[in-house]
């Protein structure tokens, strides 16, 4: 049995925004993006239909990981601005009627943050156990990778990701060594009050809840079904409903039977790990692909597998990219993302649009890696406003850009997608404003799949109001599938045509289209 949190209503029908805060808009000129040129642009966001905002890390770091390591999770890192500005874009946001969640990395610190410098001591002190170590620099950490010989302290640190991003002590769900502290000791139960500490501080400063950074990862050696984790998150959750219980909890954890126990009220589609996710749109031969030879089963049988998991309610976010992963446009062309968009904006859970991508950015190829991106660099790239200077992005020196733009001159800009009427970016405003103005479409609705594999996709929404049908042929080629209930009004269409002949729907090549239900 899976019960979800008391959850606040905006998440019903939010369609987030995600900023990446380098690359979205400079307002100084330094070539780095900040908060006070988001703010300038919060209007363009509200324009497309976006009512929610997530802001990658934007904390004080040495930023070997984009800020994915944080050396002081209370104050803004200076480059974006200053924890006011970071207030003026809370509340800017809210004038706006939209809402912002933060970043929250509660997994790892950088090793300048003050907890590990202290950590790193030979003398005992209160951080000793912040985080993982082992008893001596002899032995490792395993199956946590380590850093050793860096500090007075006798022992190996482990680390959560990069080397440089030491593992936060939560405790083993089940010690086998000596060192490997339980879930319930003193000092793992310390970590998480820390972490309350941080998300007390910015949720009282208005932000409106939080993406949890590798959220199913804390507690370690956890057992499959991932109790300790779902215990601790549990603990957050009481927390939560005690002092904040209007904040958005949205997990980076990929199995919502376990995070929505744990009281999330949303999980993310990850594209790695068993989702089948990347068989959509970052494959060979991906679904969205209007070739028309890609394979949505194993995808659909997860998905209803974790919908079924979680009481029907399911709730995944599915994002249309993020700065971890290529750009969608790395795939598909414009009229398949079109239709890509279609299913994205169509499905349970909070649609995630990643900046950019609602107007075809490419992922940049060949760029030299910058603050630990490698690979995912190329989809970091500055937004493109404009025709302008830096496509409007900034009056810098073009070599001070923090990451290369896109060096196409026939590359997308916002001000050209917005004077189109057949542009993407119009495509997915109409469909923003399609799944506004239909409550069976948004966060919440029911969902029952009418095909389950080969093309065309065709699901029912449904709420106590209304049924809609949704089909989707993304391939180049007329598809039909049977279908007996009596079906009313087309609602939403791109592409050609739809029509019912007997118990027989057929759909055009590359369309999608959502029917009323009789
Ligand atoms: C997931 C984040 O999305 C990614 O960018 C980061 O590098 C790792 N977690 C480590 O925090």
């Known amino acids: 049995m899976c019960r979800t949190a008391k959850h606040p209503e905006w998440l019903d029908n939010a369609v987030f925004y995600e900023i990446y ?80 969640i933060l970043d929250l990395v509660p ?3 950088a090793v300048t943050h003050p907890w590990f410098r202290q950590s ?23 199956p946590l ?31 086998e060594k000596s060192w490997q502290h339980p879930m319930d000791s003193e000092d793992a139960l310390a970590t998480a009050e820390a972490i309350k500490e941080i998300m007390r501080f910015w949720l009282k400063a208005g932000c409106d809840g939080f993406r949890v950074d590798m959220a199913g990862s ?46 999330f009220h949303m999980d993310f589609l990850l594209h790695f790990g068993s989702s089948h996710y990347n068989d959509l749109f970052r494959c060979a031969e991906p679904y969205f692909s209007s070739r028309g030879r890609g394979d949505i089963t194993e995808f659909l049988k997860k998905y209803i597998e974790n919908r079924e998991k979680t009481d029907g309610k399911g709730l995944i976010c599915i994002p249309s990219g993020n700065h971890d992963m290529d750009r969608l446009r790395r795939h598909l062309d414009t009229e398949e993302m079109k239709i890509a968009f279609a299913f994205l904006l169509t499905m349970p859970g909070a649609p995630f649009i990643y900046y950019g991508d609602e107007i075809g950015m490419r992922y940049v190829e060949n760029v030299v890696s910058v603050e630990g991106g490698y690979g995912r ?21 073009e070599d001070k850009l923090y990451i290369p733009l896109d060096p196409d001159t026939d590359r997308p800009t916002a001000e050209s997608e917005m004077s189109s009427e057949s ?3 119009s495509e997915v405003k109409r469909l923003i404003e399609f799944r506004q103005s239909h409550a069976a479409l948004q966060s919440r609705g029911g969902i029952q799949f009418v095909t389950y594999s080969g093309y065309p996709l065709v699901y029912e929404r449904s709420d106590e109001n209304e049924k809609l049908l949704v089909a989707i042929n993304p391939s180049g080629e007329e598809k039909s599938f049977a279908y007996s209930e009596e079906l009313g009004d087309v609602l939403y269409i791109y592409g050609k045509g739809v029509s019912k002949t007997g118990e027989t729907v057929t759909v055009s090549g590359q369309t999608a289209a959502v029917i009323r239900i009789k």
């Open 120 to 142: 790193m001591k030979a003398e005992k002190n209160e951080f000793t156990h912040r985080y993982i170590w082992s008893d001596s620099i002899w032995e490792n950490t395993a």
């Open 21 to 100: 805060p380098q690359s979205f808009m400079d307002s100084n000129g330094d070539g780095i993006g900040d908060f006070k040129g988001i703010i300038s642009k919060l209007d363009y966001i509200k324009e497309l239909g976006c009512n929610a905002i997530w802001l990658n890390p934007c904390f004080k770091s040495p930023f070997g990981d984009a800020g994915y390591d944080v050396e002081d999770y209370f104050t803004a890192a200076e480059r974006y601005g200053t924890n006011q500005d970071l207030y003026d874009l809370f509340e800017e946001v809210h004038k706006r009627g939209m809402h912002v």
């Open 423 to 425: 542009s993407l970016r």
């Open 218 to 263: 804390l507690v370690k050696n956890d057992n499959e079904n991932s109790d300790g984790n779902v215990a601790l998150w549990k603990n957050f959750r009481e927390f939560l409903d005690r002092e904040f219980p209007d904040a958005a909890m949205i997990s980076e954890w990929g199995e919502p039977d376990k995070s929505l126990r744990g009281g």
């Open 377 to 397: 660099t190329g989809s970091r790239s500055p937004m493109q406003w404009d025709g302008g200077k830096n496509a409007g992005f900034s009056s810098a020196p």
């Open 145 to 175: 990778e380590c850093i050793r010989g860096i500090s007075d302290r006798d022992g190996s640190a482990a680390v959560n990701f990069f080397s440089h991003q030491p593992a936060l002590n939560y405790g083993y769900f089940r010690p």
């Open 107 to 109: 997994g790892h610190t």
